[in-house]
């Protein structure tokens, strides 16, 4: 081919790297955010307060780390919304307590579920681009998010960074948004 479209920078030079394709024939076109997706409109209120994280449950995103995480947050009150259908490989083990499982949910919902969340944590060790980061900003909830380099040009400077290895990094970056919601929204 003559042109390759990717969603990133990040994913434009790992294609050419990968592929050896000439990086000046790679066209990066940022994903757009759905309609659903801003400041007004639905909250969702699950009854409790909650943090929100948006991923397919497979390896890559992280889930088991930042569940070990959540246990170092317990006194903090806030439970671990985890919204995402089975994806690939070893399943996180999710039943713990103060996590609790949503499933699948529509864009609506989830936009909903973004408005309530406290805090959205991404905690992903690769990603193409991270759409739940833009769309959970969108919405206006603070985000947490893997320091992976791959992220950043969905976090900019408006996510707080943590090292998706370290629940210690990760419950920390966590007690900072929520102390600084506020701010951060």
């Not at 409109?41 to 929100?52: M, R």
């Not at 994280?53 to 889930?63: D, F, G, H, I, S």
């Not at 083990?93 to 499982?101: K, Q, S, W």
């Not at 739940?132 to 900019?156: F, N, Q, R, Y």
């Amino acid at each position: 081919c003559d042109v390759i479209f990717t969603n990133s920078a990040f994913t434009a030079d790992d294609v050419a790297e990968t592929l050896r394709f000439p990086r000046d024939h790679i066209v990066v076109a940022h994903p757009g955010i759905g309609a659903d997706f801003g400041p007004e409109g639905e909250v969702a209120d699950l009854g409790f307060p909650y943090a929100l994280t948006v991923a397919t449950l497979e390896p890559r995103k992280n889930l088991g780390t930042l569940v070990e995480a959540w246990q170092l947050l317990a006194d903090t009150g806030v439970s671990l919304a985890v919204v995402g259908g089975k994806g690939w490989g070893q399943q996180p083990e999710l039943d713990r307590p103060g996590v609790v499982r949503l499933g699948r949910v529509d864009d609506e919902e989830l936009a909903g579920l973004y408005r309530g969340a406290r805090v959205v944590v991404y905690p992903s060790r690769y990603e193409g681009f991270g759409m739940p980061i833009t769309e959970a900003m969108a919405s206006g909830a603070p985000v947490v998010a893997s320091a992976h380099p791959s992220l950043d040009e969905a976090s900019g400077e408006a996510a707080l960074r943590a090292d998706p290895e370290s629940t210690e990094a990760i419950a920390a970056a966590v007690r900072d948004a929520l102390a600084r919601r506020d701010e951060l929204r």
